[in-house]
């Protein structure tokens, strides 16, 4: 079992910057790779960023790419998105995922940090 615990939200201006973090802890051996997706209200979850475990791959979603990076530290078991350029679009609540399976739905889930945009 793996537990991730997010941090790093908040308010910011369009324009602005915010950076996530997600530590992960318990059975952290089985995590191939681990993710940011965010769900904003009335919408469905979506994919936001992708790390590989060992940081060599990575992939974004057309919404976030070029503006958002995602990093791993797999000595400290921490991922992070550095968020540059938001808009209010990006307001939503971004959670944190670990993947034991490439290509698969992630296993474990964070419990969620918000993010809000003002315009």
């Known amino acids: 079992q793996v537990q991730l615990v997010e941090s790093g939200g908040g308010l910011v201006q369009a324009g602005g910057s915010l950076r996530l973090s997600c530590a992960a802890s318990g059975s952290t051996s089985s995590i191939n790779a681990m993710g940011w997706f965010r769900q904003a209200p009335g919408k469905e979850r979506e994919l936001v960023a992708v790390?590989?475990?060992?940081?060599?791959?990575?992939y974004y979603g057309a919404a976030v790419k070029g503006r958002f990076t995602i990093s791993i530290d797999n000595t400290k078991n921490t991922v992070s998105l550095q968020m540059n350029t938001l808009k209010p679009e990006d307001t939503a609540v971004y959670y944190c995922?670990?993947?034991?399976?490439?290509?698969?739905?992630?296993?474990?889930w964070g419990q969620g940090t918000q993010v809000t945009v003002s315009s």
């Open positions: 790390i590989g475990w060992s940081g060599a791959s990575t």
């Open positions: 995922s670990a993947y034991e399976e490439v290509n698969a739905s992630p296993t474990s």
